[in-house]
């Protein structure tokens, strides 16, 4: 499974790519909008963990260009805050498949990565 992180805290992102590659995942990482979609542009990505709030750039638009580029991925948002605490994320996001605080434990998180992640490989083929 191959799983794309986008993250700015990069401390963050190395906890949650240690948990899942202990899983057998083969993960990238980019930590703003364009290196995001360049990353989309090169590899296929059954899982795009992301939070919403990035340092440079938009999660929205990411999601948007990987449902475009990955229509089989899905897409795993993270937020510190509640603004999407009403489930509005899967309005604004096509291939959102879940939105969880940031707070979540990384074993937690490569659980829901692992359970998405079969279901996307399963679509690709």
């Not at 510190?80 to 979540?104: K, L, M, R, V, Y």
Request: proline share 3%; charged share 20%.
């Amino acid at each position: 499974m191959r799983v794309l992180i986008v993250e700015t805290n990069a401390d963050l992102a190395e906890v949650w790519a240690r948990s899942l590659e202990r899983q057998g995942a083969v993960v990238t990482r980019a930590d703003g909008e364009d290196r995001a979609i360049s990353a989309i542009n090169q590899d296929p990505f059954d899982v795009i963990v992301m939070n919403i709030k990035l340092g440079t750039g938009n999660a929205l638009t990411v999601s948007d260009y990987a449902g475009f580029r990955l229509p089989n991925a899905r897409v795993i948002f993270v937020t510190n805050s509640s603004f999407f605490s009403d489930g509005s994320i899967f309005q604004h996001a096509s291939n959102a498949h879940a939105c969880i605080p940031d707070q979540t434990p990384a074993e937690d998180l490569a659980a829901l990565v692992e359970y998405h992640g079969k279901h996307a490989a399963e679509l690709s083929g």
